[in-house]
């Protein structure tokens, strides 16, 4: 039994590692942090690094969903629809103050933070986030999903990681 | 053509003229935006709807200005127009039989201001969505009050 557990530890550590140098991001670009995305993903600084910088274009493909910047409530339902299209396992960063908690904006048409709707698993703050934090936060993204268990098959009991 | 002329040709339709900045501003009786602006159109050379906007005075009676800016490229003139409406009946003519990109500008508007243009037929949301309550640019609305869509989780 010891020996099992020896390899089942063995194997989500294994499977973190691999996981974590794939990221596929989908960015969901909606406003100014855009263009500091661009910044981030292109040669300077270069997610590429990290495995993270092959936006894929479906969300059925991509493994990491970026909300990139401020989500409107009409616009709630489209993002909705996006993070239930991908699959499993999935990631959800907010990208920026205003998908983290909605920034400045407190009024009629601002979501008050992605996460009032989809789970998020990294936030990302600042107006716009400096490209090194946005590599800081891939960073812990890759050691949450190192550490976390990996069930490959379904009937593997999954007992919750606290970090 | 310059203000003076413009001012004389529509003396008749308007009941005050102020100065803005260089650009002459005109108000006058809502009966009267739609007789002003063909004539505008027709006659004076105003061939740019520049915007339509308004403006809430709540403890004002009439409460609402609708304010209209045109554009002549001819004469290189501006020309803004006010005119007041009351909250209990909140209807201006539509000018949308005379420049078409009117229908849009009111339509958002009518759902930022809740003023009716009479005449424009697709008064539907466009900023906003259906089912929405209020009107978010009226300075009763209650600045963080929010209608969402998607049910919040948790």
Redesign the interface.
């Known amino acids: 039994m010891a020996m099992m557990e020896f390899i089942t530890t063995r194997k989500d550590e294994l499977v973190g590692w691999v996981r974590k140098f794939s990221i596929f991001p989908y960015p969901f670009v909606t406003a100014c942090c855009g263009m500091e995305f661009m910044a981030v993903a292109s040669t300077l600084y270069d997610t590429d690094r990290f495995g993270a910088a092959l936006p894929r274009f479906t969300p059925r493909q991509s493994d990491m969903l970026m909300v990139v910047g401020t989500i409107s ?2 616009e ?2 489209v993002i ?1 629809k996006v993070y239930d299209q991908m699959c499993e396992p999935k990631w959800v960063m907010a990208f920026g103050a205003c998908a983290t908690s909605g920034g400045f904006y ?4 601002a ?2 933070g992605v ?5 998020v698993d990294i936030y990302v703050p600042g107006c716009p986030p400096r490209p090194e934090m946005v590599i800081d936060a891939i960073m812990k993204l890759q050691d949450k999903i190192s550490r976390d268990r990996h069930p490959i098959f379904p009937f593997e009991e999954q007992t919750p990681v606290r970090l | 053509m310059t203000y003076e002329t413009l001012s004389e040709k529509l003396k008749n339709l308007y009941e005050s003229s102020s100065d803005s900045y260089g650009m002459l501003v005109l108000e006058l009786p809502a009966a009267n935006i739609l007789p002003l602006v063909t004539c505008l159109k027709e006659e004076c050379g105003f061939d740019l709807f520049l915007d339509v906007t308004a403006v809430d005075y709540p403890e004002r009676e009439p409460r609402f200005n609708v304010v209209y800016h045109f554009y002549s490229s001819s004469h290189n003139l501006r020309l803004r127009l006010k005119t007041q409406v009351a909250e209990s009946d909140p209807t201006v003519a539509t000018l949308s039989g005379l420049f078409g990109s009117a229908r849009y500008m009111e339509r958002e508007v009518h759902e930022m201001y809740g003023i009716k243009f009479s005449g424009n037929d697709d008064l539907r949301p466009i ?3 259906e089912g929405f309550v209020g009107h ?1 640019l009226r300075k009763d ?1 209650p ?11 948790k």
């Open positions: 409530h009409k709630a339902p909705k407190r009024n009629y048409a979501l008050q996460d009032k709707i989809i789970p | 900023l906003l969505y978010p609305y600045i963080d009050m929010e209608q969402p869509i998607v049910a919040y989780r």
